[in-house]
């Protein structure tokens, strides 16, 4: 079981020890092969997504009813009271009342810190601004130990927008935990923030920062692609000129090893070529059914006794 740090929720992958990753991991294999159960009859899980999504709102709603529970929530800002002027702390002292869980995403970085101090019930962060997003971590490590094998030892690209990247930080304190040689693939605009590298060198993690990930791609064992997070600019122009910075092409998979697979946590704008997809290198729709197992293990975690 989960223990005493998690009673808020998860709010950070900062949280998470080895310990904690390796035992979510074991409980995430375990629920691949249990497909529907009454594991969280009679629970509610309350989703409220203040910013879009399709992966991380859906898959949670859908481990919920697979695992016997309801759901209950909204998708809009402009749905909910918020809208009125009401604050998110109003409004998750008012949703505790109705849910066992909250799942949370919204635009401000420390949303989901302050949801969790007001909250009775655990919340569970599902993107703040461009903080974090933990789960999706879980998951794409999920992924990793699935279809490559174990951690340790890995070299590992994390490449695209890793400034304002929510997943990519979430990723790489989880990474941390682990004997992994980590690559930082990105244009210097957008590199990954100081706090993060910061974090990886107190763990004395191997890191490089790289401009073109076409020098290292024979070596990768996992390139972790992201997209530029357009809705994070200051500056529409800036967006623009950079935009397409990077294009994955079907060409690149020829320098790569065997064994490399291609990740991504999507959604995917123009960052990689469709004629990828089929590739059975390219796993980033495989990746997406890992969302389930994951956040079923997680909401087991955290509603039963
Ligand atoms: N990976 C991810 O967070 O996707 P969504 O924005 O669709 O939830």
């Known amino acids: 079981m989960f223990n005493q740090k998690f009673s808020n929720g998860i709010i950070s992958a900062k949280q998470f020890s080895r310990e904690d990753i390796d035992y979510i991991l074991k409980k995430g294999k375990e629920m691949i092969n249990i497909k529907n159960s009454?594991?969280?009859?009679?629970?509610?899980?309350?989703?409220?997504?203040?910013?879009?999504?399709?992966?991380?709102r859906l898959s949670f709603e859908s481990a919920m009813y697979r695992l016997g529970g309801n759901?209950?929530?909204?998708?809009?800002s402009d749905v909910s009271s918020i809208k009125k002027g009401e604050t998110i702390a109003d409004t998750i002292r008012t949703v505790e009342n109705y849910s066992d869980c909250i799942v949370m995403r919204h635009s401000l970085e420390g949303a989901a810190t302050l949801a969790a101090k007001f909250a009775k019930i655990p919340?569970?962060?599902?993107?703040?601004?461009?903080?974090?997003?933990?789960?999706?971590?879980?998951?794409?490590?999920?992924?990793?130990?699935?279809?490559?094998?174990?951690?340790?030892?890995?070299?590992?690209?994390?490449?695209?927008?890793?400034?304002?990247?929510?997943?990519v930080h979430s990723l790489?304190?989880?990474l941390s935990n682990y004997n992994v040689n980590v690559y930082f693939i990105?244009?210097?605009?957008?590199?990954?923030?100081?706090?993060?590298?910061?974090?990886?060198?107190?763990?004395?993690?191997n890191y490089k920062e790289i401009i073109n990930y076409r020098k290292i791609l024979s070596i990768l064992d996992v390139l972790y692609m992201t997209r530029i997070q357009k809705e994070r600019f200051v500056d529409s122009e800036e967006y623009e000129k950079i935009k397409n910075y990077y294009h994955f092409m079907k060409e690149d998979l020829k320098e790569t090893k065997d064994n490399f697979r291609?990740?991504?946590?999507?959604?995917?704008?123009?960052?990689?070529?469709p004629d990828v997809d089929n590739s059975?290198?390219?796993?980033?729709?495989?990746?997406?059914?890992y969302g389930i197992p994951m956040r079923k293990a997680l909401l087991a975690e955290l509603m039963i006794d």
Do not use: C, W
Not at 136 to 157: R, V
């Open 38 to 56: 009454n594991l969280l009859q009679g629970k509610i899980l309350a989703t409220l997504f203040f910013e879009p999504s399709t992966r991380t």
């Open 123 to 167: 919340i569970i962060n599902a993107g703040s601004g461009s903080g974090e997003h933990p789960t999706q971590a879980l998951l794409d490590l999920l992924t990793i130990s699935e279809e490559i094998g174990p951690l340790d030892g890995l070299n590992i690209g994390l490449m695209g927008d890793l400034k304002y990247g929510r997943t």
């Open 186 to 205: 990105s244009p210097v605009q957008l590199r990954m923030r100081n706090r993060d590298k910061d974090f990886l060198q107190q763990r004395q993690i």
């Open 71 to 76: 759901v209950i929530g909204f998708h809009s």
């Open 280 to 289: 059975e290198k390219a796993i980033y729709f495989k990746q997406t059914s």
């Open 262 to 273: 291609l990740l991504h946590p999507l959604p995917r704008i123009t960052e990689i070529s």
């Open 172 to 174: 790489s304190i989880l």
